[in-house]
C-alpha cells in the first residue's frame, strides 16, 4: 500500500525554525520527484517546494525562497522540509506529494500521490 506519512509539524512563535518530514512507506518514489505543498482553509492548495528524483533540480515559490530548505534521504525513503524564520503567513497544512515524473513541477496535478498533512501554526 502507497503511503506518504508526514510528521514534525507544530506551533512555534514567528521567527522560530521547523523541519518537516514526510516517510514513504511503500517505497516507491526513490525514482520521483517529490514535493511540499501547503493550504489553509478556503483556500487553494498552494506550491511551496519540489526536488527532483534525485536531488540534483530543486525548485521553490517565491515565498519559500530564502527561508524554506527541501531535501531528501533515498536511504531512510524520507524527504523534508527545513523551515527557518518562520511567519504568521506559513501557517498552514502542510502535505507532501509524489510526482508522476521526475522534475519537480509547481502544477499540483502532476502530483498522483499525497499525505494526510502536518499542520504548521505559527503565532505572531
Known amino acids: 500500500q502507497v503511503r506518504l506519512v508526514e510528521s514534525g509539524g507544530g506551533s512555534v512563535q514567528a521567527g522560530a525554525s521547523l523541519r518537516i518530514s514526510c516517510v514513504d512507506s511503500?517505497?516507491?518514489?526513490?525514482?520521483?520527484?517529490m514535493g511540499w505543498f501547503r493550504q489553509t482553509p478556503g483556500n487553494e492548495r498552494e506550491f511551496v517546494a519540489g526536488?527532483?528524483?534525485?536531488?540534483?533540480?530543486?525548485n521553490y515559490a517565491n515565498s519559500a525562497k530564502g527561508r524554506f530548505v527541501i531535501s531528501r534521504d533515498k536511504t531512510r525513503n524520507a524527504l523534508y522540509l527545513q523551515m527557518n524564520d518562520l511567519k504568521p503567513e506559513d501557517t498552514a497544512l502542510y502535505y507532501c506529494?509524489?510526482?508522476?515524473?521526475?522534475?519537480?513541477?509547481?502544477?499540483?496535478?502532476?502530483?498522483?500521490?499525497w499525505g494526510q498533512g502536518t499542520q504548521v501554526t505559527v503565532s505572531s
Open positions: 511503500g517505497r516507491l518514489f526513490s525514482n520521483n520527484a
Open positions: 506529494a509524489a510526482s508522476r515524473g521526475s522534475v519537480p513541477a509547481i502544477d499540483q496535478n502532476t502530483y498522483n500521490y
Open positions: 526536488i527532483s528524483w534525485n536531488g540534483g533540480v530543486l
